[in-house]
């Protein structure tokens, strides 16, 4: 999976948050990485709310995402260098710097660049990924994966990789598998368009318990 670097102009203001995350939740899903979401719309929303608070609101900033080796990376940008994030505990008094405190609990790591003409407010997330254009593995890829292993026999399972052949070849591998498991059901005969149907009709309906099941994480 190739997952390229956006970045999204915004203006920091308390009703910009809930859009940013709405499309950082968009983004982790087409990449595959459903289970960074809720720490990084979290991540992100208290580097722009400093941005309103310690900067002001109406500011003008860019929220920039990309992949640090098997790290994502978020980056708020804002062009006033003199109000740097300050990490205060999280026990004392002042609300100040909480929000810091917050991004300091969840991250790997996360800092500040000074540069000519802005700041860049940065963290990184650690993902569960092997490699940069890896997938994390759910039970049902494990199991896929089991089963490709035990139909290659003696060859080697084709994993995809970085190129769109090796994606090619990895796709052919698991068509190869499910053909054989269609013969299989209609030699002991079984509907095959009853099984395809079923089988589209549960995976859909795994994938909505997922989507609800972060939907209520994001809203918690």
Same mark, same amino acid.
């Given at each position: 999976?190739?997952?390229?670097?956006?970045?999204?102009?915004?203006?920091?203001? /308390?009703?910009?948050?809930?859009?940013?995350?709405? $499309?950082?939740?968009?983004?982790?899903?087409?990449?595959?990485?459903?289970? @960074? $979401?809720?720490? *990084?719309?979290?991540?992100? #929303?208290?580097?722009? #709310?400093? @941005? =309103?608070?310690?900067?002001?609101?109406?500011?003008?900033?860019?929220?920039?995402? !990309?992949?640090?080796?098997?790290?994502?990376? $978020?980056?708020?940008?804002?062009?006033?260098?003199?109000?740097?994030?300050?990490?205060?505990?999280?026990? @004392?008094? #002042?609300?100040?710097?909480?929000?810091? !405190? +917050?991004?300091?609990?969840?991250?790997?790591?996360?800092?500040?660049?000074?540069? /000519?003409?802005?700041?860049?407010?940065?963290? &990184?997330?650690?993902?569960?990924?092997?490699?940069?254009? !890896?997938?994390?593995?759910?039970?049902?890829?494990? %199991?896929?994966?089991? +089963? +490709?292993?035990?139909?290659?026999?003696?060859? *080697?399972?084709?994993?995809?990789?970085?190129?769109?052949?090796? %994606?090619?070849?990895?796709?052919?591998?698991? =068509?190869?598998? $499910?053909?054989?498991?269609?013969?299989?059901?209609?030699?002991?005969?079984?509907? @095959?368009? &009853?099984?395809?149907?079923?089988?589209?009709?549960?995976?859909?309906?795994?994938?909505? #318990?997922?989507?609800?099941?972060?939907?209520?994480?994001? !809203?918690?």
């Amino acid at each position: 999976m190739t997952r390229k670097p956006w970045d999204l102009a915004f203006t920091a203001e /308390p009703t910009e948050v809930a859009a940013l995350r709405r $499309i950082m939740r968009l983004h982790l899903g087409i990449w595959g990485l459903p289970e @960074v $979401i809720d720490d *990084a719309q979290l991540c992100m #929303s208290e580097l722009v #709310s400093n @941005v =309103i608070t310690h900067v002001g609101p109406g500011t003008p900033a860019r929220l920039a995402v !990309s992949m640090n080796g098997v790290h994502l990376r $978020i980056e708020v940008h804002d062009p006033d260098t003199r109000a740097l994030p300050v990490l205060r505990d999280m026990h @004392v008094g #002042s609300e100040g710097g909480r929000g810091v !405190s +917050l991004v300091d609990a969840v991250a790997s790591r996360w800092g500040v660049q000074l540069r /000519p003409d802005r700041k860049v407010a940065w963290c &990184e997330l650690a993902t569960g990924l092997e490699s940069p254009d !890896s997938h994390v593995e759910g039970p049902g890829v494990r %199991r896929a994966e089991a +089963l +490709l292993r035990l139909c290659a026999g003696e060859k *080697a399972l084709h994993r995809p990789g970085p190129t769109r052949l090796g %994606r090619a070849v990895a796709e052919d591998s698991v =068509i190869t598998a $499910i053909t054989d498991f269609l013969h299989w059901l209609r030699v002991h005969g079984c509907d @095959v368009d &009853e099984a395809l149907d079923r089988a589209q009709s549960r995976f859909e309906a795994e994938l909505r #318990s997922t989507a609800a099941t972060e939907g209520r994480g994001s !809203s918690a």
